[in-house]
């Protein structure tokens, strides 16, 4: 009899282990996190802002160089910060943000700004895809919203 | 702006006839998705493609835009259920796709 109960404690144990470990996928509210989010959203913004014109027109690429490797520093303090929290949900999305602030940069290497239709188009998704990121911030455990 | 059944049919390159009614299936079918995700980007993609049409738009923007869609696709997907990530998988990126691929080059 002793035996069985044995054996049923480490199966129970085994089972609410598993389940544990299922359960920590997500890690609660961070607000550095939040901030960086924020932060990067209004740099990113900003970015865009800075080197849209009404029409095409040649651009400083120096200022796009010195722009973009600071907006680079950003990013790579966040994705640090979020890798050291071992949240892979939290890291993916800094990184597709990077990924989508990497595209922007890569487009005025071309030498062309934005021109006003096409920055006003692509703001609007940059910032709704801050928000859906800040959104998946602000849902978790912890958070007072 | 322009009507998306106008736009498509200024488009007469029969190799893409398929895909123009699969583009248009998914369009109808995502305009009256309960998620605003996938609402949203159907309304966007019919914009831009009408943007091009009207040369408000050059294809390689357009091309930008519907790649940067994709981009909030996989942030979106990242904070959703499983059925909901499938079915944005199913109707917003291919729908993306087919635009991306196919319709900005031939418009």
Redesign the interface.
């Known amino acids: 009899m002793r035996k069985v109960v044995k054996s049923f404690s480490k199966i129970l144990a085994i089972s609410f282990a598993t389940f544990l470990s299922g359960c920590i996928t997500l890690s609660n509210y961070s607000a550095t996190s939040y901030e960086h989010l924020t932060q990067l959203k209004a740099y990113h913004v900003k970015f865009i802002d800075d080197f849209t014109f009404e029409l095409s027109q040649p651009i400083d690429s120096l200022k796009v160089q010195v722009a973009a490797s600071a907006g680079d520093l950003k990013f790579r303090e966040a994705e640090e910060y979020a890798d050291g929290m071992k949240d892979g ?1 939290r890291t ?2 800094i990184k ?2 990077h ?2 602030f990497n ?1 922007d940069v890569k ?1 005025l290497g071309k030498g062309q700004n934005f ?1 006003k ?2 920055a006003e ?2 703001k ?3 910032k ?2 801050y928000d ?2 800040i ?2 911030e602000k ?1 978790r455990a912890g958070s007072a919203d | 702006m322009k009507d998306i059944n106008e736009i498509l049919d200024t488009i007469k390159d029969q190799s893409i006839e398929e895909l123009k009614s699969e583009f248009k299936g998914l369009l109808k079918e995502a305009s009256g998705d309960s998620l605003d995700f996938v609402k ?1 980007s159907a309304a ?1 993609t019919v ?2 493609l009408s ?1 091009k049409a009207e040369g ?3 294809e390689e ?1 357009v091309k ?2 519907l ?3 994709k ?2 696709a ?3 997907m ?2 959703q259920s499983i059925a909901a990530r499938a079915k944005i998988q199913k109707l917003v990126c291919r729908l993306l796709d087919i635009a991306v691929n196919s319709l900005v080059a031939a418009l």
Do not use: C, H, P
């Open positions: 949900s993916f999305n597709v943000l990924g989508a595209d487009w021109r239709t096409y188009e692509l609007m998704i940059r709704s895809s859906q990121a959104k998946g849902i | 949203k966007s914009r831009w943007l408000l738009l050059t923007e930008s835009l790649e940067a869609r981009k909030e996989l942030v979106f990242n904070t």
